[in-house]
C-alpha cells in the first residue's frame, strides 16, 4: 500500500491519497478516470510529488487520515523533505 501526494502544476493544491498500486493509481488520476467531479480531476490534481509505502491498508489509512490532517505547511515540508524541488516524480526514474 502507498500513501501519495499530488499537486496542480501551480502548486495551489494538495491531493492525499492511498492505493495498492500507485502507478495505476497515478494512471486513473492522470486520465480523470472515475466518476466525474472528482477532486483531482475539477483541480488538475496530477503531479506525483510525495508517497511511501506502508507495511498493510490499515497501516496506510491510518496514516492518510494522519496527513490529512496535517496543516498545508506541515504537508508542504513532508514533500519539500522528501522531493525539494517539487518535480513531479516520474516512477519509472525514481531512485529516491
Same mark, same amino acid.
Given at each position: &500500500?502507498?500513501?501519495?501526494l499530488l499537486t496542480n502544476p501551480s !502548486? *495551489?493544491?494538495?491531493?492525499?491519497?492511498?492505493? /495498492?498500486?500507485?502507478?495505476?493509481?497515478?494512471?486513473?488520476? *492522470?486520465?480523470?478516470?472515475?466518476? #466525474?467531479? +472528482?477532486?483531482t480531476g475539477r483541480y488538475q490534481c496530477?503531479?506525483?510529488?510525495?508517497?511511501?509505502?506502508?507495511? $498493510?491498508?490499515?497501516?496506510?489509512?491510518? !496514516?492518510? +487520515?494522519?496527513? +490529512? =490532517?496535517? *496543516? !498545508?505547511?506541515? +504537508?508542504?515540508?513532508?514533500?519539500? /523533505? &522528501?522531493?525539494?524541488?517539487?518535480?513531479?516524480? $516520474?516512477? #519509472?526514474?525514481?531512485? =529516491?
Amino acid at each position: &500500500m502507498y500513501i501519495y501526494l499530488l499537486t496542480n502544476p501551480s !502548486r *495551489s493544491v494538495l491531493y492525499t491519497g492511498i492505493t /495498492n498500486n500507485l502507478e495505476r493509481g497515478l494512471y486513473e488520476h *492522470s486520465q480523470n478516470l472515475g466518476a #466525474s467531479g +472528482k477532486f483531482t480531476g475539477r483541480y488538475q490534481c496530477n503531479l506525483l510529488v510525495y508517497f511511501e509505502a506502508c507495511a $498493510d491498508a490499515v497501516q496506510a489509512i491510518t !496514516r492518510e +487520515k494522519e496527513i +490529512k =490532517g496535517w *496543516s !498545508r505547511a506541515k +504537508k508542504e515540508a513532508l514533500v519539500t /523533505n &522528501m522531493n525539494p524541488t517539487w518535480e513531479p516524480i $516520474d516512477l #519509472s526514474t525514481w531512485s =529516491g
